[in-house]
């Protein structure tokens, strides 16, 4: 039997991830909530401080009953001077597997400064790159570079490419919603880690379904556990810290949020209790855009950190 590789993963994604996708995939009600949320989560963290206890990331984010359930009001990012910055002017940040950069455009306001920053953004599709370069060029200003390269980062005939180009150079890299998708995120983990400079912090942001803390991989786990099953916390935690070589590790529950989401979402991402209301008919439904149907779900999220030595290497 063929085993799935990281190469299979990344031509699977790319068939998925073309030009018809990419425009589609922005421009969807669910996609621009999900974005205000990211922005929200990343733009808020304080790394100096404590992490959520499961209490605490347990109240939902946004108003099911409001248009875009809330997302302009309850999901919008915090003030420019909001008071733990890790994203803010003068840094150098990479977007990796930025997509289309509609997060990343969401951070823009928040890097313009007196100071010069650095925006890079790395991803495998050339689609997705195409949209992140027009939004980079809307927003590009002398004191603010964007620019996007189409890199697999642990290709190994690229490693002394990327060292040369990359390596040490990051204030701050963010990932998100992209993990549950990289058949080999601990490689591609520690590899990101080499891009840090010391101090730098990488952060790692996706759905988080909690039936994976307490199911094993199996042939009668649920395709949400099978394909989220790489993200439990305590496999995180590893992979940052001991795998990747960083400090200051954590992972944890983030927030919850409501979001409307089609059927394939569902299956493939959340809890076995989310499926079976959906199945019962217990969910709230309406038609989207294009006519699809769509059902209110509560998502959650994990946000997962580590930070380089002072002698990152």
């Not at 919850?256 to 059927?263: G, I, Y």
């Not at 209790?273 to 999220?301: C, I, P, Q, R, W």
Request: some cysteine; overall charge negative.
């Amino acid at each position: 039997m063929h085993q799935f590789s990281h190469t299979d993963a990344i031509a699977a994604n790319n068939k998925v991830f073309d030009e018809d996708f990419a425009i589609k995939y922005e421009n969807t009600e669910g996609m621009q909530v999900l974005s205000r949320i990211m922005a929200k989560i990343v733009l808020e963290f304080d790394v100096s401080g404590p992490r959520k206890t499961r209490e605490e990331s347990a109240s939902l984010m946004g108003d099911p009953q409001t248009l875009s359930i809330g997302s302009k009001a309850q999901h919008s990012a915090p003030s420019e001077d909001f008071p733990y910055p890790l994203i803010r002017p003068g840094i150098k940040l990479m977007d990796f597997a930025c997509g289309t950069g509609l997060f990343t455009q969401r951070l823009f306001p928040y890097l313009q400064g007196d100071s010069h920053t650095e925006v890079v953004g790395i991803d495998i599709s050339r689609p997705f790159l195409d949209s992140f370069d027009k939004k980079a060029a809307a927003n590009r200003s002398e004191r603010l570079s964007i620019s996007s390269y189409l890199y697999d980062i642990i290709d190994p005939a690229k490693q002394a490419e990327l060292d040369a180009k990359f390596g040490g150079q990051f204030d701050v890299i963010v990932c998100t919603i992209s993990y549950h998708h990289i058949e080999n995120y601990r490689d591609v983990t520690k590899k990101l880690a080499t891009f840090l400079r010391p101090g730098g912090w990488l952060l790692i942001l996706d759905f988080y379904n909690e039936d994976v803390e307490s199911c094993e991989q199996s042939e009668n786990a649920t395709n949400a556990v099978r394909h989220m099953g790489g993200l439990k916390v305590d496999s995180m935690n590893d992979t940052l810290g001991p795998y990747s070589g960083l400090i200051n590790v954590s992972s944890a529950r983030e927030t919850r949020a409501h979001l409307w989401q089609k059927r394939e979402f569902i299956e493939n991402h959340l809890t076995k209790s989310v499926n079976e209301k959906m199945d019962a008919g217990e969910l709230n439904s309406k038609l989207d855009a294009s006519g699809d149907t769509v059902y209110l779900v509560e998502v959650s999220f994990i946000l997962a950190v580590g930070q380089a030595g002072p002698t990152n290497k």
